[in-house]
């Protein structure tokens, strides 16, 4: 199959495009090169797909007018992952400009895309950010939905708003991810993992926001990937496909679905720190802060619905997956680290 996936210089889309070129099908890859964080991080993964053969690679921002419907009409795929997005939450605070233009605009243009030249399926990633201050855990698709608390989210919301309503008209088979906080090899090195590494090895102080209290439900890059091949080789949604529970609030009336996936076993930021100590085999100097405004003092996905529809969940625990993390780092960043 050809796949079309957005976002191939990033952190899962880079994964994913790896795991769908292995499988022996061919990927476009479209990604803009953001200068978010560490463009040569970008630039790294991209060169190991460049290697292997059915990738093609393009590189423009998706919010361009014209750009993807132009690509789509070249590359006819038969699937698209859309990854592509301006992530983070504290970032959004400061750019919110970023969120609109590239999660908003962006994902309108993929959408007017695979309204132009239909596809068989549409993924779209979007975040557990989404549940905003959900105060019931763990958190189901089905629950009520709840006023973002950040622009990162709302602009995430509102991908997913926009996907639902094109999945009713135009008949797009939608499936929408709720990812829980990834890590792993070749990760972001905004989020926390990469920041603490960075800092501890260079025998800086890190900042502990929450005072270490903040759970997450940390989910390792090569479950996060296993779970959308599986969820990429389930049929389409078919209209009013599930969720659908006995409290659902949100049945979906176009062929659309929305799943989390997360393992549902949260972990403190305290004790994901003391498993990177073990791993570094340093004790970070940490400074312990109050909770940032828009962060949440808990995330934890339900796995049930993710479960029963691929009879898979994450489940890699922190002291295998940080490990991994670590021995990428200290390889990619040189011995010396
Ligand atoms: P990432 O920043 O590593 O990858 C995103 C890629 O998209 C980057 O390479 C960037 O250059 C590109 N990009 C950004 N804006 C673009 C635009 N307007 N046009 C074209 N390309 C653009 O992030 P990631 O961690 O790989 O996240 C992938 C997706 O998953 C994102 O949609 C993100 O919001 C979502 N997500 C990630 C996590 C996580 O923990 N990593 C959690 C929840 C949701």
Redesign the pocket.
Known sequence: MRFLV??????????LAHRLLGAGHEVVG?????D??D?AL?RA?LARLEALPGFASHE?????PGAFMTLMGEARPDVVV???????VRYSLEHPE?YV???V??TFQVLEGCRAHPVRHLL??????AYGGNPTVPFRETDRAVWPLTI?AAS?LAGEAMAHSYAHLWKIPTTA???????GPW??P??ALFLFTRKILAAEPIEVYDHGRAVRDF?YIDDLVESIGRLIDLPPPPPGAAPVSPADTLSPVAPFRMVNIGGGRPVSVAAMLDALEAALGVRAVRHLRDLPPGDVERTEASPDLLRDLVGYVPSTPLEVGIPAFVAWYRAHYGAGC
């Not at 957005?6 to 994964?15: K, N, V």
């Not at 859309?82 to 983070?88: D, E, F, V, Y």
């Not at 991810?177 to 890590?183: A, E, G, P």
């Open positions: 957005t976002g191939t210089a990033g952190f899962i889309g880079f994964h479209v990604d803009g090169l953001t978010y964080y463009v970008k993964r423009f921002l998706l919010e361009e859309h990854l592509a997005a301006q992530a983070g970023a233009a590239g999660n605009v962006g779209f990633a979007s975040t557990s950010s990162y995430k991810f709720r990812f829980f906080t990834v890590y990760g972001r905004d989020m989910t």
